[in-house]
């Protein structure tokens, strides 16, 4: 079990890793209350104190204007751990056009029993389609059961182009080996297949790397080398190690 304590030495002994994925992108985070149930939070609370950066963007769906932290550096890291944020998930763009990602991101969702050994192969497929249209993306644990691989792009595309990219990118993927791979967004359509999620585009957020992730051992999004991955588990990485 990991305690507040736990957190906040884990989440300052990589503060110099998980800055820089968090630095200058509207951050949401999820938090733990004792006693309650884990709550998604974006708009900052009152009593943050002044020091903390923050970023106004105005939300459609809830027709108001959210509050979002920026989490630039070490203090502003261990104030938001010291809240029991367990999970840190910035916006794929940057703070002042939150709708330019600054990667493509493909996310891989294993089938309903979790086999990890599937979601490999097909991260290896994933690689294979972007090897093939001349790109390479870097890869790491979504700390839950899946895989995220990030592409970095640059800053010339608008958010549609990108979004349809990604699509393509998760259709050729597909293509590669159909009896794996899906990109079915209907549970029951899966098949047992791992999913090839390509919705992350303008204005979504994805789990950082080296964050923990509200699970059983609490394990944390871990970046890996592709070599990594056949001899890998996502629970091999914990704030615990």
Not at 9 to 19: E, K, N, S
Not at 55 to 62: K, Q
Request: hydrophobic letters at 45%; one cysteine or more.
């Amino acid at each position: 079990v990991a305690i507040k304590r736990d957190l906040v030495d884990f989440l300052d002994g990589v503060r110099v890793r998980i800055l820089p994925g968090l630095a200058d992108r509207p951050l949401s985070v999820i938090r733990v209350h004792r006693g309650q149930a884990p709550f998604m939070q974006k708009n900052v609370p009152k009593y943050t104190p002044e020091w903390v950066k923050t970023v106004p963007i105005w939300a459609e769906a809830s027709k108001r204007e959210v509050h979002y932290a920026l989490c630039d550096d070490r203090r502003t890291l261990l104030w938001l751990a010291n809240q029991r944020a367990v999970e840190y998930h910035p916006t794929l763009g940057l703070a002042d056009d939150i709708y330019r990602p600054t990667h493509m991101v493909l996310d891989l969702d294993p089938p309903a029993d979790g086999d990890f050994a599937a979601v490999v192969a097909v991260a290896h497929l994933v690689r294979q389609a972007l090897a093939d249209c001349g790109l390479a993306g870097a890869v790491k644990t979504s700390g839950a059961k899946g895989i995220h691989v990030f592409v970095p792009i640059d800053d010339s595309a608008p958010v549609d182009d990108v979004a349809a990219a990604t699509r393509a990118l998760a259709a050729r993927a597909e293509a590669l080996d159909p009896g794996v791979a899906t990109t079915a967004f209907i549970v029951e359509d899966r098949g047992g297949k791992v999913f090839v999620d390509s919705t992350r585009a303008g204005g979504a957020t994805v789990a950082a790397a080296y964050s923990p992730r509200l699970r059983p051992g609490t394990p944390v999004s871990f970046p890996l080398e592709w070599s990594d991955l056949d001899r890998v588990h996502p629970a091999d990485f914990t704030v615990h190690n």
